[in-house]
């Protein structure tokens, strides 16, 4: 089944920098990458989706790009601010009407976090 | 409109014990997930649920869970009896049939399961 690896696993960066987080998928044959944010006490939320006919996609101070040949795919986030803080989760699935499920396969999440 | 919601927030039992969780998409939504967060690890997928079909259940780690979703609205998670190993967050989520991806999900706050 698809392996998806998060890396880093925390993250710390001063208010205005830049963070990325990096993951990597072993299925060829994914073709949705979506970013999920989840903040404490709530549920995972989505902030940003990629297909794999698209190479980069921008959302305000976030983007994600990603490399289908060498099956990585990468968040993007400029200036960032305390209210980033949270955990980040990226993850793959395979195209609906494939022969074995199209759940999202997540990877282990990379706590963030923005200091003043 | 409502979000998905999960109850209990927090289920604390003892090793062999029975716990049932509830889950309750948002309305319309055909597709329902099960995932399972153990500390420090990945969002583990558990099963899919088209309406009240069970479209991919290869996620489920042993006869000692069982999902149902009657009539194609609620899901129900039981685990019996339960273990140690068991412990974790049990998120819920749905979404609705996407043109061909897998398409934004729609996390609730998850259960708490914590097994003495």
């Known amino acids: 089944g698809e392996n998806v690896e998060q890396h880093p696993s925390t993250l710390s960066v001063q208010e205005g920098d830049s963070a990325v987080i990096k993951c990597t998928y072993s299925d060829s044959a994914s073709n949705y990458f979506p970013w999920y944010k989840q903040e404490l006490g709530k549920g995972p939320q989505l902030i940003i989706d990629i297909r794999s006919n698209v190479g980069e996609k921008k959302d305000q101070r976030i983007a994600v790009t990603l490399n289908k040949t060498a099956k990585h795919f990468s968040l993007h986030i400029t200036e960032t601010q305390p209210e980033d803080s949270a955990v980040y989760f990226c993850a793959a699935s395979r195209p609906w009407g494939s022969n074995s499920g199209y759940a999202l396969n997540f990877g282990k999440g990379t706590s963030l976090l923005v200091t003043p | 409109e409502a979000g998905v919601t999960q109850f209990p927030s927090h289920s604390v039992i003892e090793k062999g014990q029975t716990v049932t969780l509830r889950c309750d998409p948002i309305s319309g939504h055909d597709n329902l997930y099960w995932y399972r967060r153990v500390m420090g690890k990945e969002i583990k997928f558990l099963l899919h649920f088209v309406k009240e079909s069970k479209q991919d259940e290869s996620g489920m780690p042993n006869n000692r869970f069982l999902a149902e979703r009657t009539g194609g609205t609620y899901s129900t998670l039981k685990v019996q009896p339960a273990e140690l190993e068991d412990s974790g967050v049990y998120f819920c989520?749905?979404?609705?049939?996407?043109?061909?991806?897998?398409?934004?999900?729609?996390f609730g706050e998850g259960s708490r399961l914590t097994v003495l």
């Open positions: 989520a749905s979404s609705q049939r996407s043109d061909g991806y897998t398409g934004e999900l729609f």
